[in-house]
């Protein structure tokens, strides 16, 4: 059975960092893109960044470019989501997720493996 689990959320200001993470267990994604992807209360679960197995695919939305970086250890079956200069914009439930499917990276269709989510709050 297929383990995501989410960690490092929090409360942070305006400017703020936090450092996301999602261990994963119960079988071998190798070869496969990861991705994070957030909801903010009233929207649609959106696109943050996917990142491909040997670390060298990388893709982010336009909204978190230079702010975000996604990272990932194979060997610990665990990727990250390093968040600089937060904003009141970033607030929602972040979610890690394994691309298994044919869609696109930022096609929420192409991940078929969910975490719980963990909470970003970014106060002004």
């Known amino acids: 059975q297929v383990q995501l689990v989410e960690s490092g959320g929090g409360l942070v200001q305006a400017g703020g960092s936090l450092r996301l993470s999602c261990a994963a267990s119960?079988?071998?994604?190798?070869?496969?893109?990861m991705g994070w992807f957030r909801q903010a209360p009233g929207k649609e679960r959106e696109f943050v960044a996917a990142?491909?197995?040997?670390?060298?695919?990388?893709y982010s939305a336009g909204s978190v470019k230079g702010r975000f970086t996604i990272s990932r250890d194979n060997a610990e079956n665990t990727v990250y989501l390093q968040m600089n200069s937060l904003k009141p914009d970033d607030t929602a439930v972040y979610y890690c997720?394994?691309?298994?499917?044919?869609?696109?990276?930022?096609?929420?269709?192409?991940?078929?493996?969910w975490g719980q989510g963990t909470q970003v709050t970014v106060s002004s």
């Open positions: 997720a394994i691309r298994t499917g044919s869609y696109t990276y930022t096609d929420i269709r192409g991940y078929d493996y």
């Open positions: 119960g079988r071998t994604f190798t070869n496969y893109y």
């Open positions: 990142i491909s197995w040997s670390g060298t695919s990388i």
